[in-house]
């Protein structure tokens, strides 16, 4: 399950490098890449999205006919899969945490939604491209005929992205909506994960991106002190977006989260 304002292609080394050994579901998460919006994950400005997502999750896994999974959730996708666990144990066997936690840094979280809505669309491929290695620089400078994963062209030609929620979050903010940036109120964007995380006894990895300035070592820490069977794994040379940054790494540790679990469906 990848982040918000993300598609299912930051999985895509992990996808493949699992392709001989299980079956891998990769969704775009509603409102995102090519999913339509769901019923039952609205996009609200500023809210908990993670609710409304886990509860799309069972009817997907039914349709593919999967009863037990383990999860990989980075960010918003691992909000969802907590929540998740939380409410369908039978279902989820482990869960690999990718950044995320129940205590969130809030400048961390500032500059991602800052990103997000900073441009309502690009003239071109080359211009968004430069706009990501600003907000990356850590990373290569992204290929620009791969930016059509995460952006579609409009009928007047300009690029947007496939995700609706820093559009939401701007129009909100546009029609003079009430409520503070989301990185002032994140009890209500994080609103039931730490519950949630109380209650699961599947085992737990939670990946920290080493430079990474969402999680701290801290929250990654006391979420691992929540749940009764968890531990921290480091990917190096990586910030939020980990499965991205340092994908080999990032496959390494999941594979053997699996191994540990000795995960055959």
Not at 29 to 47: E, K, N
Not at 94 to 112: F, N, S, T, W, Y
Request: hydrophobic share 40%; charged share 25%.
């Amino acid at each position: 399950l990848h982040g918000g304002g993300q598609t299912a292609y930051m999985f895509e080394e992990l996808g493949a490098s699992l392709a001989d050994r299980a079956d891998v579901v990769a969704p775009d998460l509603p409102s995102h890449g090519d999913s339509d919006p769901s019923a039952t994950a609205p996009m609200s400005p500023g809210g908990p999205l993670h609710h409304g997502i886990a509860d799309t999750m069972p009817p997907l896994l039914d349709e593919f006919g999967m009863d037990r999974v383990v999860l990989v959730g980075a960010s918003l996708g691992g909000m969802a899969g907590i929540t998740l666990a939380d409410q369908a144990p039978d279902r989820v066997a482990g869960i690999a945490l990718i950044d995320v936690a129940h205590k969130l840094e809030a400048e961390g979280v500032r500059k991602i939604i800052d990103f997000m809505t900073a441009h309502e669309s690009f003239a071109s491929l080359e211009e968004a491209a430069a706009a990501i290695a600003d907000y990356l620089p850590r990373r290569k400078a992204p290929r620009v005929e791969s930016l059509t994963r995460n952006l579609r062209q409009r009928p007047d030609g300009r690029w947007e992205w496939k995700h609706a929620v820093g559009r939401r979050m701007r129009e909100h903010r546009e029609a003079g909506g009430e409520g503070s940036h989301p990185a002032d109120n994140l009890q209500l964007v994080l609103s039931g994960v730490e519950a949630a995380a109380r209650r699961i006894r599947c085992p737990v990895l939670v990946l920290r991106g080493e430079h990474s300035d969402v999680l701290s070592e801290d929250g990654a820490a006391d979420l691992v002190d929540l749940v009764p069977n968890g531990r921290v794994a480091l990917v190096a040379d990586a910030g939020h977006l980990a499965a991205g940054d340092n994908p080999h790494t990032t496959v390494d540790i999941v594979v053997d989260f699996l191994d540990e679990l000795a995960w055959r469906p």
